[in-house]
């Protein structure tokens, strides 16, 4: 069994596009209900984007579309 430092240095040998990849597959792994360890100025942002949806002021968008837009926009298609 490898560990992680193993892991992350096996990792950062491969192309960019593999990494994307890679970090696109394990984010898939994560349970929804998970808590994502976020600094203090993410949790500001997240907390004010959730008040703006409560109160109606922005609309959500599906993270699906979210992802291929924004791999399609650097050159990076789902393989």
């Known amino acids: 069994?490898?560990?992680?430092?193993?892991?992350?240095?096996?990792?950062?040998?491969?192309?960019?596009?593999?990494?994307?990849?890679?970090?696109?597959?394990?984010?898939?792994?994560?349970?929804?209900?998970s808590d994502a360890p976020f600094s203090d100025e993410w949790a500001s942002e997240i907390e004010r984007r959730i008040?703006?949806?409560?109160?109606?002021?922005?609309?959500?968008?599906?993270?699906t579309q979210i992802r291929d837009a924004a791999l399609a926009r650097i050159g990076h298609g789902k393989s």
Do not use: H, Y
Not at 56 to 62: L, T
């Open 1 to 33: 069994m490898s560990d992680f430092n193993s892991v992350l240095s096996a990792a950062q040998q491969l192309p960019e596009q593999d990494r994307l990849r890679l970090i696109d597959a394990l984010w898939d792994t994560v349970p929804p209900e």
């Open 51 to 63: 008040s703006q949806l409560d109160a109606g002021e922005a609309k959500s968008v599906p993270w």
